[in-house]
């Protein structure tokens, strides 16, 4: 299984980037899929989840202004962040947590991402 992630770069606050992950070797529709970050000599921290079915979970300090969403025909997890700041500066690391045909539980991690946000 591999998770390729990109769309990270630097940008001024209050703008926009549009993170992606490409899932390959996994049946994507099974997986919940996740966008953590870590931001430098802080903990690993979840941003945002969807479910197969779409379902959405976020951290308080990403409501409102990030989105995260999936398209399954593309094997893709997006995340869309608009209002950035510079407390958002962090490497973005997507995630696949699932089960595979036996129902042994797997959870895969992408290479990250680095976001860069200046004030």
């Known amino acids: 299984v591999q998770l390729q992630a990109s769309g990270g770069g630097l940008v001024q606050a209050g703008g926009s980037l549009r993170l992606s992950c490409v899932a390959s070797g996994t049946i994507f529709t099974r997986n919940l899929m996740g966008w953590y970050r870590q931001a430098p000599g802080k903990e690993r921290e979840l941003v945002a989840r969807?479910?197969?079915?779409?379902?959405?979970n976020y951290a308080d300090s990403v409501k409102g202004r990030f989105t995260i969403s999936r398209d399954n025909l593309k094997n893709t997890a997006y995340l869309q962040m608009n209002s950035l700041k510079p407390e958002d500066t962090a490497v973005y690391y997507c995630?696949?947590?699932?089960?595979?045909?036996?129902?042994?539980?797997?959870?895969?991690w992408g290479q990250g991402t680095l976001v860069t946000v200046s004030s």
């Open positions: 995630n696949a947590v699932g089960q595979d045909s036996l129902t042994r539980p797997y959870m895969y």
């Open positions: 969807i479910t197969p079915t779409g379902s959405t």
